[in-house]
């Protein structure tokens, strides 16, 4: 199941926004590659996605407490733990040669279960 932006998604900053799409693409990405069992594919954008994550979640932190989102310090948890679930899924492809989807581990189930848990009050740009 493919993730979609769509407007409830907005955190009301037009750069996070942006970021948040590109993450979206991303995470799409991933599962077609993973439905498609191409693994030099999903090598790659399992990197890309990481990398890009890493970048994002910097800069979401510092344009929360700059807005004075209430919950900055649960955003970096939650941001760790995003790591750690990715980290998890690089492992188990690593070992295992393959990935049998879904799972626990899944980019896609981390995300939704992370949009599910954070980002409803709106950051003003």
Not at 30 to 59: C, G, M, P, T, W
Not at 88 to 111: F, I, M, W, Y
């Amino acid at each position: 199941m493919s993730l979609e932006w769509c407007e409830q998604l907005s955190v009301g900053n037009d750069l996070i926004d942006v970021d948040h799409k590109h993450l979206i693409g991303l995470v799409n990405r991933a599962e077609q590659s993973l439905k498609s069992r191409n693994r030099v594919d999903l090598d790659s954008v399992l990197q890309d996605l990481a990398s890009y994550a890493r970048i994002h979640f910097a800069r979401e932190e510092l344009v929360a407490k700059a807005a004075g989102f209430p919950d900055s310090d649960k955003m970096h948890i939650s941001h760790e733990a995003l790591l750690v679930k990715y980290a998890q899924v690089k492992e188990e492809l690593d070992s295992n040669g393959q990935h049998h989807h879904p799972c626990r581990h899944c980019p896609t189930s981390a995300v939704q279960t992370d949009r599910n848990a954070q980002h409803q009050p709106h950051i003003g740009s």
